[in-house]
């Protein structure tokens, strides 16, 4: 009788409860961060490219992270849609204490205190020409300028309510002098999430119809966000924003960046957080819509995927789906 093979590592996977044993990482709703869109008005506004997911008014916001909360869901991300006649040249919507996000923050809160609210730092919802910041004449968007309205946009958020300030802009230098604003008003325990490595990428149209700034949108980020072609910049990135200050960091988009989610965990030890990005999210419904896989599949096993890689968590449009299937 032969005993080949010595070792069947087949064995034990051969049974349910077996592979449930040895699952080296597992997933569950307190992974998984929320992105909602809000708008004005008392409307729910489907978003043709994010079949699925739609705009809320500030009571829908409101309803999702009650929602979120029955599901186990930690923290939900918002995202405005700021009406055109608000947008200008200088954002300066950005830092309106009354703003959308600011109401819909303090609404969140008052509503559902035990949901973290996590907000974006960064202009491109309320400039007119749809970049992160400040533009100077040749359209180069200005770093430090720039990186002053982001202070007292976080600083606004954070007056709201805000538990963690995410900057999404990508400027030199603005997690420090974020830090230091929110210190400097009482906000010692609003974290920073910064989206340290954020690539310039092709997967955030739907997101930019959500936040209607794809049409407005002159010419491209890649002065400010990163080229594809570079994972070492990626570490260094990083390695700035945790000196500066940054609780946790992010990559984004996430699946075509796991290398970089591995590599900044392993560099760094520290709490690494992904974004599946609204063009992954509609490139997993698009393959679900032509039978190409199977949807509630494709959404587990890419979001186990990020927890493999390292992520702390994800942020990801099938938070509720990826939540009610890991509940039932
Ligand atoms: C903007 C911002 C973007 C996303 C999050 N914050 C878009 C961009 O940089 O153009 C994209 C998220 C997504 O595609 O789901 N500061």
Redesign the pocket.
């Known amino acids: 009788m032969s005993h080949y093979p010595a070792l069947r590592l087949r064995r034990t996977r051969a049974s349910a409860w077996s592979r449930r044993l040895y699952a080296e990482h597992v997933l569950t709703p307190a992974d998984l961060i929320w992105?909602l869109f809000v708008t004005e008005g008392d409307v729910e506004e489907p978003i043709a490219s994010l079949p699925g997911v739609s705009r809320w008014s500030i009571a829908g916001v409101v309803e999702r992270a009650r929602e979120a909360a029955s599901l186990g869901i930690p923290c939900v991300a918002l995202?405005p849609n700021t009406p055109a006649r608000l947008r200008s040249d200088d954002g300066r919507e950005a830092f309106n204490p009354d703003n959308l996000m600011c109401r819909a923050i303090r609404a969140i809160k008052d509503a559902v205190p035990n949901v973290g609210v996590l907000t974006?730092v960064?202009?491109?919802?309320y400039t007119s020409h749809?970049h992160?910041g400040l533009v100077d004449a040749a359209g180069y968007v200005l770093n430090d300028a720039t990186a002053d309205v982001l202070v007292r946009q976080a600083i606004v958020q954070a007056a709201a309510g805000a538990d963690i300030v995410a900057p999404?802009?990508m400027m030199d230098g603005r997690v420090g002098l974020i830090r230091t604003g929110l210190e400097g008003e009482g906000h010692a325990n609003v974290q920073i999430m910064s989206?340290a490595a954020?690539y310039a990428?092709g997967?955030?149209?739907?997101?930019?119809d959500?936040?209607g700034?794809r049409g407005l949108?002159k010419g491209d980020?890649k002065t400010y966000?990163m080229d594809p072609a570079n994972a070492e910049e990626a570490l260094r990135e990083v390695a700035l924003d945790l000196a500066e200050g940054a609780d946790s960091v992010m990559v984004?988009?996430g699946l075509p960046y796991l290398d970089i989610v591995a590599a900044v965990k392993a560099e760094f030890g520290v709490p690494v957080f992904a974004?599946?990005?609204?063009?992954?999210?509609a490139m997993i419904e698009a393959a679900a819509a032509v039978g190409a896989g199977d949807r509630d599949t494709l959404v587990l096993e890419t979001l186990l995927a990020f927890k493999r890689a390292g992520a702390s968590g994800m942020?990801t449009?099938h938070a509720p789906l990826a939540a009610r299937l890991l509940a039932a």
Do not use: C
């Open positions: 992105p995202f974006d960064a202009l491109d919802p749809g992160d999404s802009d989206y954020k990428s997967f955030y149209g739907p997101f930019r959500a936040v700034s949108l980020k966000q984004k988009p974004y599946q990005v609204s063009g992954e999210y942020l449009y």
